[in-house]
């Protein structure tokens, strides 16, 4: 089953001299549309971010709880390309890949269960970007076996938490089967297909629709942050706080494709564990701009994942804002 805000169109950023359609973005109907766990919910150019909200949800009577804060105000501030806040001289690379090699398990790795069950809030904008609401825009809950059986529940927090969708699935999606550890292998994993020549590929957003749509384990957590290290391009911020307000380091990269706009995305992963806390795609217009503003210059999208863990079906936990 596809992820509810992985409208998995594409996985590449930009071919040489393309304009994103945000149309469907922007224009996106309430109900789910078929979930694929591929985050790019501005279509072409997105970023998941996790982060959270303010409750303890207690699964598999006791075996895993996650704890979820509220969401602070300000976007997360996006570390300009090769740069990182640790001096001059640092090497982006080297960083993530020690990151990778000192993470432990977290709270659920060791919780064994038939569905695996995510949670993400998400705030999004495509006119003007703007982080001055405390509520997310949405909140999706997400049960998987990883082997097709899915239900996916989206919820319009802005307005009383009214349901929009509750959809479940048998289908496979593109993220279901066995996570690989490698590399190599992940890249290929989260990319699915070949891409065209010229197109520059967006595994930042790959990597949030992955965390969307699965428990990663830890294995395949470094897996991942060994891939984006070698990434041309990346920056890295030790410790930058999400919505939620929570530390992580995160692994930054920024695209100014042959357009009048600027491409920033950010991923903050957990210090201790390398789950991914938040996610976020931040595309504005440069200063240098000549031609006329257009539809779908400017957006932005956060996401949180407040939760990654084992259930036992996919009742528990309820559906609800709390």
Not at 35 to 50: D, E, H, I, K, Q
Not at 128 to 138: D, F, H, L, V
Not at 250 to 266: D, H
Request: aromatic fraction near 6%.
């Amino acid at each position: 089953m596809n992820h509810p805000d992985n409208d998995r169109s594409t996985n590449s950023v930009l071919g040489d001299g393309e304009r994103p359609d945000m149309t469907d973005a922007r224009q996106r109907p309430a109900q789910i549309r078929r979930p694929l766990a591929t985050v790019a919910a501005a279509a072409v150019l997105t970023v998941l971010v996790a982060g959270a909200a303010a409750v303890t949800t207690g699964l598999l009577g006791g075996h895993a709880s996650t704890q979820v804060v509220s969401p602070a105000l300000g976007p997360t501030p996006i570390t300009p390309r090769g740069q990182t806040s640790s001096g001059a001289g640092a090497d982006p690379k080297v960083l993530i890949e020690r990151f990778a090699a000192d993470l432990t398990n977290g709270p659920a790795d060791p919780v064994r269960a038939r569905f695996e069950y995510i949670v993400l809030l998400v705030w999004d904008s495509f006119a003007a970007p703007s982080s001055s609401s405390t509520t997310p825009a949405r909140r999706i809950q997400f049960w998987t076996t990883g082997l097709g059986a899915s239900r996916a529940v989206e919820l319009d927090e802005t307005h009383g938490c009214r349901l929009l969708s509750d959809q479940t699935d048998d289908e496979l999606g593109p993220f279901d089967g066995p996570l690989s550890s490698d590399p190599d292998a992940v890249r290929r994993q989260i990319l699915h297909e070949p891409l065209a020549p010229g197109t520059v590929p967006d595994l930042f957003g790959q990597v949030g629709g992955l965390y969307g749509a699965r428990f990663v384990p830890l294995a395949t957590r470094q897996g991942v942050l060994e891939m984006l290290a070698r990434q041309p391009g990346v920056g890295v911020q030790p410790a930058t706080t999400d919505r939620a307000g929570r530390s992580g380091l995160a692994v930054t990269w920024t695209y100014e494709p042959p357009m009048p706009f600027t491409v920033a995305k950010t991923l903050i992963f957990d210090p201790r564990n390398g789950q991914l806390l938040a996610s976020h795609s931040r595309a504005h217009r440069r200063p240098d701009a000549t031609t006329p503003p257009e539809p779908g210059d400017e957006y932005e999208i956060y996401q949180l994942f407040p939760t990654s863990t084992y259930t036992r079906d996919m009742q528990t936990p309820k559906v609800g804002c709390s």
